[in-house]
C-alpha cells in the first residue's frame, strides 16, 4: 500500500471518529493522514477538529494553509 492509500485510509478513520465526536482520535488520524499526503480538505478536518477541542489559536494556521494550499 502506498502512501496516498494510507493516508485515504486515514482520513476515512478520521471522519468516522468525528462522526462518533471522538475529536481527538479523529484529529490524530487527520494528522497521520496529513503527513503521508498533504491535501486541503485534510487541513481543513484538522481545524475542525483543533475547534471542537477548543483549541482555536492552534487551530487558525490549518484553516489558513487549506484556504491557500493547491490541491
Do not use: P, V
Given at each position: 500500500m502506498?502512501?496516498?492509500e494510507q493516508s485515504y485510509l486515514l482520513y476515512q478513520e478520521?471522519?468516522?471518529q468525528f462522526e462518533k465526536m471522538e475529536y481527538e482520535?479523529?484529529?490524530?488520524?487527520?494528522?497521520?493522514?496529513?503527513e503521508l499526503s498533504e491535501h486541503?480538505?485534510?487541513?481543513?478536518?484538522i481545524y475542525e477538529c483543533l475547534m471542537k477541542?477548543?483549541?482555536?489559536?492552534?487551530?487558525?494556521?490549518?484553516?489558513?494553509?487549506?484556504?491557500?494550499?493547491k490541491c
Amino acid at each position: 500500500m502506498d502512501n496516498n492509500e494510507q493516508s485515504y485510509l486515514l482520513y476515512q478513520e478520521g471522519l468516522l471518529q468525528f462522526e462518533k465526536m471522538e475529536y481527538e482520535k479523529a484529529l490524530n488520524c487527520f494528522l497521520k493522514s496529513n503527513e503521508l499526503s498533504e491535501h486541503s480538505r485534510t487541513y481543513a478536518r484538522i481545524y475542525e477538529c483543533l475547534m471542537k477541542l477548543n483549541r482555536d489559536s492552534e487551530a487558525k494556521t490549518y484553516i489558513q494553509t487549506a484556504y491557500f494550499q493547491k490541491c
